[in-house]
């Protein structure tokens, strides 16, 4: 997951010492090397969400975010996980839910996949866990970043991620 606000979760781990539970959402703005266009920019808002506790399973992880989405674009949403990169978390996995507009057959919304990305995430990976003082072989973990804009720009119809930051004077 690639934001400013992963820094959070790691001092939110060490002031816990290892010993404690973690649940926390962050949110923060995030920049990366990206070419602003219509869904894309340099400079966006991203939350993010840790959980650490003894026996976390991906399943758990799928169940956050099934619910997250359901409630942000309806209860018949589907999710699904795909396999994906993450330095931080191992396994990573992109989440796609399916097409709102179209429901699965196909639409320029979805690229015509009947699937749309809406978020990284996975499980934390043992050597975070271990750095941040927490015993992998007893606590787990998972973590996932939404972008808040990607959200709005789905949920409301908006075509061009830079309305977000245009202005007229």
């Not at 966006?44 to 674009?73: A, P, R, W, Y």
């Not at 989440?95 to 179209?102: E, H, K, L, Y």
Request: with cysteine.
């Amino acid at each position: 997951i690639c934001s400013h606000t992963s820094p959070v979760q790691a001092r939110t781990m060490l002031a816990k010492d290892g010993k404690e539970p973690v649940r926390i959402i962050c949110p923060g703005k995030a920049y990366r090397r990206d070419d602003d266009d219509a869904t894309h920019s340099h400079n966006f808002t991203q939350i993010e969400g840790l959980v650490v506790d003894k026996n976390i399973k991906l399943s758990d992880l799928k169940g956050t975010v099934t619910v997250i989405c359901k409630h942000l674009f309806g209860k018949d949403t589907i999710t699904r996980f795909r396999p994906s990169y993450y330095q931080f978390t191992e396994p990573s996995v992109e989440t796609d839910i399916s097409c709102f507009v179209c429901k699965g057959k196909g639409c320029s919304l979805c690229k015509n996949t009947g699937w749309i990305t809406v978020s990284g995430a996975g499980m934390v990976h043992p050597n975070v866990l271990k750095n941040c003082g927490y015993d992998p072989k007893e606590w787990s973990g998972f973590a996932f970043g939404f972008g808040a804009e990607r959200l709005a720009m789905l949920k409301y119809g908006i075509e061009d991620i830079r309305t977000f930051y245009q202005t007229e004077i």
